[in-house]
Structure formats: structure tokens, C-alpha cells
């Protein structure tokens, strides 16, 4: 189990209430001076939404809603035939899905799903090969040319470039294949660990600098069947109000209360322990069993990176947990690639619960927890990823050890060390390139993750048409995965983009900001 209750005497609870020393806190001065100068140094860019195109995004959204009920009251009376998907064969039962719910799809999201879902006949490398495919109503259907087109890719999560069919990591998941077969066809609680799983394992723990890991299939289970595993009732998660669904849906299935604070507020964090620690559970005001603080490394709509060193200050203040979750981080972070903890140069061991995916860096697949040996144990036992998932397929196991140890540097080559070195600088070079050119950037500087702001809702289709045909691949976002007025592109980086790839890239972003007038900022620096 995690480790015991830390509210559960009345003389403790006092100690919260009446404040904290530096030693009572395990928190001393030189740690303390660091935490100021990281706080004097640590920068991100949010530049506000200008006013003028605020009130054009509302407008747009507006016209939308308007001539959105206007079509569906005539799709309601026959006056235009509607090509919505409609349930059949349910008289007298309640629907499936409520007709309102399908609004945003019917309206916006089918007119300019050519921008989405798009097939792609290669690896997600650098560049990639694009299924063509037509539409003759709209968006409500589409038909395959035959053709397909060769882009340079900007959507993929291949940090690391590792998402290759040939080479080192490729030719041990093939020689994989033919000792072990393609899958285990079984969980891990009965025939389905190899022992190239227990090899994985091993490794990541080694990698993190922690005492003990496991590795799931899946990475969003890894979140959604875990989280259940080290809270419950009684217990209390407190959660960054932008952290992705799947530790949402974690947190709901726990059965703890939730609390959420302001993204990447520190005084909004403090404030919810602080009054959690004064008063408790609701009610009884008796103390809670477990407070858990949940944040992610690198956040992937907002290209920011979690303020680690001053929330880790906030747990030991408080005695709470942290879970960390470092799906677009590890591996793409820190000198040696172990994510926001090598960024930063925090104690590994100050992060109780490591939680990070093998999708992004390691061009692979599943998920993995670090932690100590008992809360990995507890979880091995109680998880029911472990207890009822088939087990990870033994060639997707070898492609993760094989880029983890290059990573590493146990290959024997300094090829690992020269991908993290061009994954930081590409990030630089191509986050500071657009803001000279006057686009409105979020994130950190060292953030693979780069969303370009776009607002308008007519934009976002033209700009990912415009792009793919400047043989650009771009993915673009907005409501609902987005704020209303935010909507974005979002640029994902890779070791595997040379220099004359992102001036490609950012010529035709050059070109395409100036056809739409994307060029909002306010703070241009000069060239």
C-alpha cells in the first residue's frame, strides 16, 4: 500500500494549522534559495487575446449557432435533407445520445473533417505519405483517390524520432517477432510476462533513478486503472485543471474527492492544501486519509511545463503525495532525457508516483509507474490493467529497451545524446523563429509541444488546407478540446527534423499567416 496516513493526529493537525519551519518542512535553506531563483527565472508565454479578435470569435460562433438552428429547423420539417447519422430500430426506448449533443459535429466538425483523421501510408517520421482522398457533400463522406501525398510532418509525438522502420531499435523488434510471436495472449497475472518484460521493467526503473517500476499496454489505462489503486474514499486528489482525460477519468473512478486548482498557479495550489489540511472532509471535518497532487510534465494543448521545483516545495509543506505525469516529457526533457525531474535537477525520490507513456519518445506503445518497491508491489497486485489486459506485445517490449538504452548511452553510441541535443535545439530555433514573425505562441521555450494561436473558427480549417498544400502536415485544434476563443495549431517537434526541414516548415507558415492574418502578437520581436 502507499505509504500510511500523514493526518491522522490531532497534535499534527495543529503543527498544519499553526505553520511550518524549513526543517519541520525536510525543506532546507540551500533548496530554498533555489527554489527563488527558479521562481526569478522560470518564464512562459500566454500573451492575452486581443480585444478586437476576441469579439470576432464570439461573432463567428454566434453566426454559427445561428445558422446552425436555422438548418436543423428545416432538416426538423423537411425543408433540407438532412445527412446526420440517425439511431433506427429504438421506438420505445430512450435515445443512445441526446440530438443537442451533436450539434458541434453536425455544423462545424464534419465541414472540415478533411482536416482530421486523415489516413497516412508510412512511418510518422519526418516526413509522411498522405492517403488523398475527395469529398462530393461536404465533409459528410469521403472517397479514396488512389494518390497520396508526401509532407512534411509537424502532428506526430515522435520527439525522439525513434518511430522508424529501419535501423537498430526495428531490427531488434523484428528479431522479437520471430522468438516470441507478436503478442503474449495473455495478462501478466497468468501466462502473459516474459521475461523481457521483467528486463523493461528493470530498465525504467534505472532510467528514472527510482527503486521499482511496471509497464502496462496501454497508456491511457496506465492513468485510468491506477489512479483507482492509491486513492479511495476518504482520500482527496488535488488536480491541475488542465491535465488530460485520462487522469480525469482516474480521479473520478478513485472514489476521492477532487479538487482542482488554476493551471500552473502555485497561489491556487497552496490555497486548496492549505484549507484541505485546516478542515479537512467535508462534513466530519475529520483529516483526510491521503492528499494527492496531480500534475503533468509537459501539458499538450498549452506547450507549458509544470512548475516541478515549487510544487514539489508545496508537498513536503503540506505532506501530500505527487503524481507526476510525464507523457510528452520523458525522454523529450533534460540533458539525459529522464524528463521535467532532469530538466529541473529535482530528487527523483521527491516525486512519489513517476507516470510517463512509450508512445511519444520511445516510438512504441503502453505506459509505465516508478515508484518504491511497496507502492509498485501494491499496484502489481491490484491493478487491473495487470490482472485482466493482455500483456505488452513482446516486439513493441524490445523497441523501448532498444531506444531506451541508445537514450542511455548502453549501445555504445552517442546517437541518443545527439537526438536530445537536436530535439532542444530545433524547440528553440522554431518556437522563436514564429514569434519574430508576430504569431501568438504558448509554452515554454523548451517545449516540443508548440501551439500557434488561431481563434477564429473559419481559420482553423483554411489553415491546415493551406498548409497541406504547401506539403506541410499540421494538426489543428479547437472547441472543445480547446477554449472557445483559443482554437490552435499545434507543432509537435522531433530530433528527426533537420534545420532546413523547419525553415521549410516555417516559410510556408510565414506565407499562410500573412493569406489569413494570423500575425496577432503584440510583443513582434525583432530579426
Known sequence: MVAGAYATNPRRQKTYKNGYSAKANGFAAHEQAKLKEFKESFTEDFEDT???????????????????????????????????????????????????????????????????????????????????????????????????????????????????????????????????GLGGCSPRHEYGTLHIHDELEALVARFLNKPAAIAFGM????????????????????????????????ARLSGAKIKV????????????????????????????????????????????????PEVVALKKKYKAYLFLDEAHSIGAMGPNGRGVTDYFGVDPADVDIMMGTFTKSFGAAGGYIAATEEIINHIRGSSHSAAYASSMSPPVVMQIIASMKMIMGEDGTDKGKKRLVQLAENCKYFRQRLKQMGFIVYGHDASPVVPLLLYMPAKIAAFGREMLKRNVAVVVVGFPATPLIESRTRFCLSAAHTREMLDKALEAIDEVGDILQLKYSKQTQKK
Open 50 to 180: 486581443p480585444f478586437q479578435v476576441a469579439v470576432l470569435t464570439y461573432l463567428s460562433y454566434f453566426f454559427l449557432i445561428l445558422f446552425g438552428y436555422l438548418r436543423d429547423f428545416m432538416r426538423k420539417y423537411g425543408l433540407e435533407k438532412s445527412k446526420a447519422p440517425k439511431e433506427g430500430g429504438n421506438e420505445g426506448f430512450v435515445p443512445l445520445y441526446a440530438d443537442f449533443e451533436s450539434f458541434y459535429t453536425r455544423n462545424l466538425y464534419t465541414r472540415i473533417r478533411d482536416c482530421w483523421n486523415r489516413p497516412i501510408c508510412s512511418v510518422p517520421g519526418a516526413d509522411i505519405e498522405i492517403l488523398d482522398r475527395v469529398t462530393d457533400n461536404y465533409g459528410w463522406s469521403f472517397r479514396k483517390t488512389g494518390e497520396t501525398t508526401k509532407a512534411l510532418n509537424l502532428g506526430s509525438y515522435n520527439y525522439l524520432g525513434f518511430a522508424e522502420n529501419v535501423g537498430p531499435c526495428a531490427e531488434a523488434a523484428e528479431k522479437t517477432v520471430l522468438k516470441y
Open 219 to 250: 497508456g491511457f489505462a496506465t492513468n485510468s486503472t491506477n489512479i483507482p489503486t492509491l486513492v479511495g474514499k476518504g482520500d482527496l486528489i488535488v488536480s491541475d485543471e488542465l491535465n488530460h482525460s485520462s487522469l480525469v477519468l482516474g
Open 261 to 308: 486548482f488554476k493551471h500552473n498557479d502555485m497561489k491556487s495550489l497552496e490555497n486548496i492544501l492549505r484549507e484541505s489540511v485546516v478542515q479537512g472532509q467535508p462534513r466530519t471535518h475529520r483529516p483526510w486519509g491521503k492528499i494527492l497532487i496531480i500534475v503533468e510534465g509537459i501539458y499538450s494543448m498549452e506547450g507549458s511545463i509544470v512548475r516541478l
